[in-house]
C-alpha cells in the first residue's frame, strides 16, 4: 500500500511540475483508439494525435498529455487542477467548462450485427432509433449514448460489462444488434479477430462530436476561436484520414 501510494504521488509530483505556460491536457486513459496508454506509458490515439498537430504544431503551445481515469480526469478538470479534456460537451460540463465550436472529431454511431442474420434486410432498413424496438439490443453498462437513448421500457437491452463483450456476445448469436461508436468497434473487432463474425451495417443513426473542452479556471480559456480556427482548415484539408489510417 505505501509502495502504491508513493507511486502515485510521483505521478501527480510529475504532472503538477509543468509550469503555467504548458497547457495540461487529459484524457481517458483506457478508451482506444481515441486515448490510451501505450506500452510505455504515454498517450496515444486518435484525440491525442489531432490535439498534437492542431495545438503544438499549428498554434504553437506546450501541452503535457496525460492519462487518467476518465472520472478522475473530468474532476481535475472541474477543480481546475488540468486545462483541459476531450469529449462531449454535456450540460453537466458546461457548468465548468468552455468549449471550441468545432469538433476534434466526429464519430458515427452505426449499427452492427452477425454475418448471416436471418433479419439482415431489415436491420439494414433501420431508419432511425426507433425501429430497433423489435430486435434484442447488446449494450454495455456505462455507455451514456444508450442510456439517453433506449429507455427501459419499449427496447430489449442486453447488458454487458464493455463493449468488447457485447462484441463478442454478437458474435456468439446472443442477441441482434450493437448500436455504438464506428471507430471504437472496428478497433476491437480488429483487435479480437471478430470481423470474419460480425459485419457492419450501412447504417449511421446518430453521430457523437467530441470537442476541446477548457476549465473555467485554466488560463487558456480565451484560446478555444483560434483552436477552431485551425480545426476547421485541418477537418477541410481531411487530415484526420492519416491519423484514422494508423488505428485500423
Known sequence: MIRKTAILSLIFISFFS?????LRL????????YSYKNSDG?????????????LEKEMGLVVSHQGFPWGRAQRMVFNGQADAFISLPTPARLEYVDAAEVPVFIGPITLFTYKGHPRQHQLET??????LKAFKILDYVGNGWGDSKFSEGPYTRLLQSDLSTSLSMLAKRRGDVVAT??????????????????????VTIDTVSFLLCISKKSSFRNITKEFSKHMSKFRAQKREKNILAKYK
Open 18 to 22: 509543468f509550469g503555467n505556460d504548458t
Open 126 to 131: 433501420v431508419s432511425d432509433i426507433e425501429d
Open 42 to 54: 504515454q498517450m496515444e490515439g486518435i484525440l491525442v494525435d489531432i490535439a498534437k498537430e492542431i
Open 26 to 33: 487529459v484524457y481517458y486513459d483506457s478508451f482506444p483508439p
Open 181 to 202: 461508436d464506428q471507430v471504437v468497434a472496428e478497433y476491437l473487432l480488429a483487435i479480437h479477430d471478430k470481423r470474419n463474425l460480425v459485419m457492419e451495417l450501412p
